[in-house]
């Protein structure tokens, strides 16, 4: 592999990536707060079952009746954009019997706070304006729960 010199205004890019990937990890505190408040509501405990908790380093544990995932936070350039990308990953069994993880869905948390559902979706929710009531935040929840409840608990 041959490695190129990096252009000016690529360099430029990152200029402010403290400042950049700072604000994308508030965002996705926020994000993870308000989810793991939404599955704490006892009318949606009841209902789902789910629970969701987060550490300081914005690694998330989700226990859920279809089994259990995980999910983390990367953030990279994304089309010239300082940009997150929250992976969620189910525990399954591998053929061979071992515990392995598999990705079953992500978010993407721009610098401004946006959220966009999925990789590719367009459906875009503010973090910094929802609250457990909000159905903002109902939809990247029940989305999560639907992507670990379709993906087999073993791995074939």
Same mark, same amino acid.
């Given at each position: 592999m041959i490695f190129q010199h990096v252009d000016l205004a690529k360099q430029r890019l990152i200029e402010s990536t403290s400042d950049d #990937?700072?604000?994308?990890? @508030?965002? #996705? %505190?926020y994000l993870l707060t308000?989810?793991?408040?939404?599955? @704490?509501?006892?009318?949606?405990? @009841?209902?789902?079952g789910v629970v969701l908790t987060a550490d300081d380093n914005l690694v998330s544990t989700i226990s859920t009746p279809y089994g259990v995932a995980r999910g983390r936070l990367t953030i990279q350039l994304v089309d010239g954009?300082?940009?997150?990308?929250?992976?969620?990953?189910?525990?399954?069994?591998?053929?061979?019997?071992a515990e392995i993880w598999v990705p079953v869905w992500a978010i993407r948390?721009?610098?401004?706070?946006?959220?966009?559902?999925?990789?590719? %979706?367009?459906?875009?929710?503010?973090?910094?304006?929802v609250g457990p009531h909000s159905n903002a935040i109902s939809a990247p929840a029940k989305s999560l729960l639907y992507s670990i409840a379709s993906t087999p608990i073993f791995n074939q």
């Open positions: #990937c700072g604000t994308v990890q @508030a965002y #996705c %505190g308000e989810l793991s408040k939404f599955f @704490a509501l006892s009318h949606i405990q @009841a209902k789902y954009v300082v940009a997150g990308r929250y992976v969620f990953e189910k525990s399954v069994v591998s053929g061979e019997g948390i721009s610098r401004l706070g946006n959220v966009l559902l999925g990789d590719e %979706g367009d459906i875009e929710i503010d973090v910094s304006n």
